[in-house]
């Protein structure tokens, strides 16, 4: 069984929403499916289709116009939150230690975060990969977290939205590390999904990766015709 996320980013519309639910429920698969949208859209009725929201506030509540809170995501019946996604770092200035406290206000009101980390082309081209990914999460993760109330997504800045990926090589170390990274941190077996320029002619090969749990898909999300064939391309 394999996670398959969809960021929806800001795109779609409830209807969009609605019809791609129907389509992903006449599917016949073992693999678990997250459709992170915005939103307005996380009180949709899913069926199996799990929903997620794409950030959350670092706050519990108060005088932050404009954010929203874990209590109020989980208020819709969505159970899981994107956090420290790259966008967000870099549009929003979240860094390991909002990502952190975000994470943590998911937790604690019971909603799964998935945590994002990757490096951007800068650090790549300075050799700094390794250090940004194990930084990222030992820094992004709540000290609360628990094998099976996160996820890690492991996204190479650099390839989202790009259309170029990584090697298999360079996605099994990336990989390798976090799963290590997570074992020393006492969290062993939490699910790392790789994210950056999935499709359907790349997500079988990428998931056949060792230590690739899952994807998670943005482009790719946004329409059931390419969807589908990422889902349905691994058992
Ligand atoms: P992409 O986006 O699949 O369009 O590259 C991935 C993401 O931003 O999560």
Known sequence: MKIIAGNWKMNGTKENLIKMIHDLSELSTENKIILCVPFTMLDTDSGKISIGAQDVSQHAHGAYTGEVSAKMIADTGAKYVIVGHSECRQYHGDTNDTVRKKSAQALANGLTPIICVGE?????????????????????????????????????????????????????????????????????????????????SNAADIMSVTNVNGVLVGGASLKSDDFIPIITSVK
Not at 162 to 180: M, V
């Open 120 to 200: 951007t082309m800068d650090e790549k081209q300075a050799g700094k990969t390794m250090e940004i990914i194990e930084s990222g999460v030992r820094e992004s993760v709540p000290t609360d977290a628990s094998a099976d109330n996160i996820i890690i997504a492991y996204e190479p800045r650099w390839a989202i939205g790009a259309g170029l990926t990584p090697t298999r090589e360079e996605i099994a170390t990336a990989h390798t590390l976090i799963a290590k990274t997570l074992t020393e941190m006492g969290l062993d077996g939490a699910p790392v999904l790789y994210g950056a320029s999935v499709k359907g």
